[in-house]
């Protein structure tokens, strides 16, 4: 799925001509801003109807649609599968884990 980390890059990599499409794991309004925000000029998604119902809720807190989410809810490692991550991708991902300002209160994934 997209990531926005990963939106950033391409977008700062192939500069602003050429299009960036985000696609997988973008199910709302919320998930589809926060990639457009990123860079994407493009979104892919099945949940079309679902971006278009949360339109109505945008005008009730419109900040709040763009504020990001605890790093370990997006975080790519809480969706794959450990035993198949090269060594270096695990450390760095428990690495931030560990390090989180945010790890007592939402991240016990490592404990």
């Given at each position: 799925g997209a990531f926005e980390d990963h939106i950033k890059i391409m977008r700062e990599t192939v500069g602003?001509?050429?299009?960036?499409?985000?696609?997988?794991g973008i199910n709302n309004l919320k998930d589809a801003l926060r990639m457009i925000e990123a860079g994407a000029s493009r979104?892919?998604?099945?949940?079309?109807v679902a971006i278009v119902e949360g339109v109505s809720m945008l005008k009730f807190a419109p900040k709040a649609w763009l504020e990001p989410e605890i790093p370990c809810h997006?975080?790519?490692?809480?969706?794959?599968?450990?035993?198949?991550l090269p060594k270096g991708v695990y450390a760095?991902?428990?690495?931030?884990?560990?390090?989180?300002?945010?790890?007592?209160?939402?991240n016990k994934f490592y404990e």
């Open positions: 602003p001509d050429i299009g960036v499409k985000a696609s997988g979104i892919g998604t099945s949940a079309g997006i975080c790519p490692v809480r969706s794959a599968n450990m035993s198949k760095y991902y428990k690495k931030k884990c560990l390090d989180c300002p945010h790890r007592d209160k939402y």
